[in-house]
């Protein structure tokens, strides 16, 4: 076993809203050590037009994420979430699946995402089968076998990012099943469009989009929320009702556009969970 994955195991045995605490002292320590971070969390919050009490929370919700992931990644398929998740809204993420054309899981960087793939999967997987979706490795090897871990989970089931891993994703939507995007990563170059978002247009994925266009998909507005330490989270699900995504003659760049406005829609009911030091304008990478 590698050192690194020898210390998520150890750390995962801490109770999680001790290491949630840490984590909180741990955005704070860099918030105060690292000036790009300041300035791309002040750029993002700035261009967002919320103010600074609005958004302060967010510095100890990057590290409590941080901190999080020894338990997310490392917890034993054996050792269910249970009452650790609430769930708000998850009857119209149910009424989508019983309609039979497939669900489309809109869950952006707000609150603790990393664990609502693994909810998601646990609640709904033994009466719907998994959850499927894409995944790249992750490019640093050393992190590699700690993300593959998290992913191998009952019904959790992933797909490649190439165009048979799309395929496999239209298939399964069609046929009534679910997949979980985060839509406000930054694509590839050649995979999204310029949309705007919080003021700027921002290189905007057109994945969601299309499948949801293709297929008639319902798209799941989906965060899930970081409760007080020790009081474990909650699950909000809400349908996004953006005819953009249901018109397949609309273009990509308004369905993008509607895509962005979901994500503006559940960061201003949370600002202070979500990952404003993500470069979210930055210029996408090439493919390969």
Request: charged residues 15%.
């Amino acid at each position: 076993m590698a050192p690194v994955t020898r210390l998520f195991h150890c750390l995962s045995r801490v109770p999680l809203p001790w290491m949630q605490r840490a984590g909180a002292l741990l955005g704070w320590l860099v918030w105060a050590l690292s000036p790009s971070y300041r300035q791309h969390f002040n750029t993002n919050v700035h261009a967002a037009g919320l103010a600074w009490r609005e958004t302060r929370g967010a510095i100890a919700a990057m590290g409590m994420m941080v901190a999080e992931l020894p338990w997310v990644w490392m917890r034993s398929t054996a050792q269910p979430l249970g009452d650790v998740v609430r769930w708000e809204g998850a009857e119209h993420f149910e009424a989508a699946l019983l309609a039979g054309k497939g669900a489309i899981v809109m869950s952006p960087h707000l609150g603790c995402w990393e664990i609502g793939a693994q909810a998601i999967a646990e609640k709904f997987g033994p009466r719907f089968g998994p959850l499927v979706a894409l995944y790249r490795p992750a490019r640093k090897a050393w992190l590699e076998p700690l993300v593959a871990q998290a992913r191998t989970r009952p019904y959790l089931a992933s797909a490649p990012t190439s165009l048979a891993g799309v395929r496999t994703l239209i298939r399964t939507l069609r046929a009534g099943g679910y997949t979980a995007i985060l839509p406000d990563q930054v694509p590839p170059l050649g995979q999204g469009v310029w949309a705007p978002f919080f003021g700027r247009d921002v290189y905007t994925m057109t994945l969601l989009g299309k499948l949801a266009q293709q297929t008639g998909a319902t798209v799941i507005l989906t965060w899930c929320e970081r409760l007080a330490p020790g009081q474990g989270f909650c699950m909000h699900m809400r349908p996004l009702h953006a005819p953009e995504l249901t018109d397949a003659t609309c273009s990509p760049e308004l369905a993008a556009a509607a895509v962005n406005r979901g994500v503006e829609a559940l960061v201003r009911e949370a600002p202070g969970q979500y990952l404003w030091s993500y470069a979210r304008d930055k210029p996408p990478r090439g493919e390969g």
